[in-house]
Every structure is written in structure tokens, then in C-alpha cells.
């Protein structure tokens, strides 16, 4: 993880960006695929994620209760630009 463009309790509109990334070939921007708020980030700056693994969780309400095991969320589609 590079950046991060916001903190848990943040909301994100439709197409803001939401993390820089990078992998071993590209710098990746992450941006919101819907309207929802940051809840909780599970993969800090500086850290690697393995492919497919939560880095972060999101919900369309604010109070939204969360699940107590982050691979039991469902995905959020996100649009990405690779550099």
C-alpha cells in the first residue's frame, strides 16, 4: 500500500480514489465502484497484500454492522488505472 485517501469514517463518492497501490510491475490507483464509507483498513502503508486478500472494508450506511471475519464481506467492484 502507498496511500491511502482517507480515514475509517470517511465517505466516498462514486469514482473517488480510495488507495495507490503497487505491485511488482505497476503503481495501481483504486477508486470507488459506489458511493460508501471507509469503515476499516486492513492492510497499512507500506504493507503487501496477497492477491484477492481484504484491504479494506466499506459499507453503504455509516452504522452498517460489519462482519467479524473481513473474508465474509462481500466485494466491492472498484475501478483502477495502472502507471
Known sequence: MLEWHGEPGRRFELGELIVELETHKAL??????????????LAD????AQLESPIALMSD???E??????AAAAILAVDFTVD
Do not use: F, K, T
Open 28 to 41: 495501481v490507483e483504486m477508486r470507488s465502484g459506489q458511493a460508501g464509507w471507509l469503515r476499516a483498513i
Open 45 to 48: 502503508v507500506g504493507e503487501w
Open 61 to 63: 450506511e455509516a452504522g
Open 65 to 70: 454492522a460489519l462482519p467479524e471475519d473481513p
